[in-house]
């Protein structure tokens, strides 16, 4: 079958890339020709802006679309509207950040945030609230030819954010680790080649709808991961956990120094996702320990330093308790 990847280049695309040719399908890309433009050579490179520049995609017909770069909903319409006779199902990788309240868990149905101008385009400042407006765009567009996935925490080989990538490396350097808050509070992410190999099922078989994308399958504690994690890595590392509020009063960012950790209540359901339709629909996981193991392997060929917690910051906080 034909696919079509909006992206397909960089971290969630290029999985998608190559979920589509295990499947023995047949790709073509769209991209600007910036990011990795040597990958793939065997799948059809067509160079062109979502924003203005589609000639390339008039007149091509492909099975199915994975949309993975689009942020903006005035962006996504030109493409959506262009391949609406053109392709039969259309799939729009939106965000679990779609929502308005975090502090409960969530669901298909949980409201989901609004522009307080309809007019801004400022993907920092209104990233949940235009994610959603893009998905009320494919919607609109495609109706039940569409599934809309929001994802969750994406992780694995080639995470550019390293919002993840930390705890296995850190594991794997042993010694003492500091565990922020409670050591029972839930996690979810997904591994993104396994949301990469179910968008393409999705593009190519559906069903439609909109779906939260994130996992594992069974509930995950946070001391259940990183003692999940050193069993896999072969660690000798031990976990101190420090009550959230002295690990905050040390000037810890949480989520972006300190990944997967959400202190508080006013985010705690963005880590308790109810994903019982995407799992209906055909999303499987991994073991957690295989989304480790090769997170760290390909984290090992990488130079230079990281956005996270340094090393020396996190052992004075631990000295100072």
């Given at each position: 079958?034909?696919?079509?990847?909006?992206?397909?280049?960089?971290?969630?695309?290029?999985?998608?890339?190559?979920?589509a040719?295990?499947?023995?399908?047949?790709?073509?890309?769209?991209?600007?020709?910036?990011?990795?433009?040597?990958?793939?050579?065997?799948?059809?490179?067509?160079?062109?802006?979502?924003?203005?520049?589609?000639?390339?995609?008039?007149?091509?017909?492909?099975?199915?679309?994975?949309?993975?770069?689009?942020?903006v909903?005035?962006?996504?319409?030109?493409?959506?509207?262009?391949?609406?006779?053109?392709?039969?199902?259309?799939?729009?990788?939106?965000?679990?950040?779609?929502?308005?309240?975090?502090?409960?868990?969530?669901?298909e149905?949980?409201?989901?945030?609004?522009?307080?101008d309809?007019?801004?385009?400022d993907?920092?400042?209104?990233?949940?609230?235009l994610?959603?407006?893009?998905?009320?765009?494919?919607?609109?567009?495609?109706?039940?030819?569409?599934?809309?996935?929001?994802?969750?925490?994406?992780?694995?080989?080639?995470?550019?954010?390293?919002?993840?990538?930390?705890?296995?490396?850190?594991?794997?350097?042993?010694?003492?680790?500091?565990?922020?808050?409670?050591?029972?509070?839930?996690?979810?992410?997904?591994?993104?080649?396994?949301?990469?190999?179910?968008?393409?099922?999705?593009?190519?078989?559906?069903?439609?709808?909109?779906?939260?994308?994130?996992?594992?399958?069974?509930p995950?504690?946070?001391?259940?991961?990183?003692?999940?994690?050193?069993?896999?890595?072969?660690?000798?590392?031990?976990?101190?956990?420090?009550?959230?509020?002295?690990?905050?009063?040390?000037?810890?960012?949480?989520?972006?120094?300190?990944?997967?950790?959400?202190?508080?209540?006013?985010?705690?359901?963005?880590?308790?996702?109810?994903?019982?339709?995407?799992?209906?629909?055909?999303?499987?996981?991994?073991?957690?320990?295989?989304?480790?193991?090769?997170?760290?392997?390909?984290?090992?060929?990488?130079?230079?330093?990281?956005?996270?917690?340094?090393?020396?910051?996190?052992?004075?906080?631990?000295?100072?308790?």
């Amino acid at each position: 079958m034909k696919l079509l990847v909006l992206g397909g280049t960089k971290f969630l695309g290029r999985h998608a890339v190559d979920a589509a040719l295990a499947g023995g399908h047949e790709v073509t890309i769209f991209t600007r020709g910036r990011t990795n433009p040597e990958l793939f050579p065997e799948v059809e490179h067509l160079l062109g802006d979502r924003d203005g520049e589609l000639d390339v995609l008039r007149d091509r017909a492909f099975d199915g679309v994975v949309d993975t770069s689009g942020y903006v909903p005035r962006i996504v319409r030109q493409s959506a509207e262009l391949l609406r006779n053109q392709v039969g199902r259309y799939v729009f990788v939106s965000s679990i950040s779609v929502y308005a309240d975090f502090s409960e868990p969530l669901s298909e149905a949980t409201p989901v945030a609004e522009l307080a101008d309809p007019a801004s385009e400022d993907v920092m400042e209104d990233y949940g609230a235009l994610k959603a407006a893009c998905e009320r765009v494919v919607e609109e567009v495609y109706g039940d030819r569409s599934a809309r996935v929001r994802a969750g925490l994406i992780v694995g080989p080639y995470d550019p954010t390293d919002r993840f990538t930390y705890w296995p490396r850190r594991i794997a350097r042993g010694g003492t680790v500091l565990g922020p808050g409670d050591p029972e509070a839930a996690v979810q992410f997904v591994d993104a080649r396994d949301l990469a190999a179910w968008l393409v099922k999705l593009a190519l078989e559906g069903p439609g709808g909109t779906f939260n994308a994130t996992g594992p399958t069974e509930p995950l504690s946070f001391a259940a991961l990183l003692d999940r994690a050193r069993a896999a890595i072969g660690s000798d590392a031990e976990v101190v956990w420090v009550d959230e509020q002295r690990v905050l009063d040390a000037g810890v960012e949480a989520w972006s120094e300190l990944p997967l950790w959400l202190p508080g209540t006013e985010h705690a359901g963005m880590a308790r996702a109810d994903i019982a339709k995407a799992l209906a629909a055909g999303l499987a996981f991994r073991p957690v320990e295989e989304t480790v193991v090769d997170t760290l392997a390909w984290d090992r060929t990488l130079d230079g330093d990281r956005p996270t917690l340094a090393h020396e910051r996190e052992q004075e906080i631990l000295a100072a308790g």
